[in-house]
């Protein structure tokens, strides 16, 4: 699998009108999950996550323990699906929003 992903970060900076549109944060995060599997594949490997968006291992293994995250498991690889981490990522990066709503 090559790693020719956007940053996550520029992702969000590139698609950053849209989302300050939103009226409510649920429209908010059903818009980042399109983004989301736009941008990256629908489900990724577990490995990735942590690379891909910058979220910490034990923000969300618990997640995926219990099941609440849709995910396959093909031999020892676990992948998760990715809309799923839209909730995780408006709260890691909420300061990149939060900024250029204050400069705009």
Do not use: W
């Amino acid at each position: 699998m090559s790693n020719n992903f956007p940053k996550i970060e520029d992702v969000l900076k590139n698609n950053l009108i849209p989302l300050k549109n939103c009226k409510t944060k649920e429209h908010q995060i059903k818009l980042l999950e399109k983004i989301l599997n736009k941008n990256y594949r629908v489900f990724l490997p577990k490995y990735y996550i942590t690379k891909l968006f910058n979220i910490k291992p034990y923000r969300y293994n618990p997640l995926v323990d219990s099941g609440e995250f849709p995910s396959l498991k093909i031999g020892s690889r676990i992948s998760i699906k990715t809309s799923c981490f839209a909730p995780l990522i408006l709260s890691q990066y909420k300061n990149i929003l939060e900024a250029n709503n204050a400069n705009n």
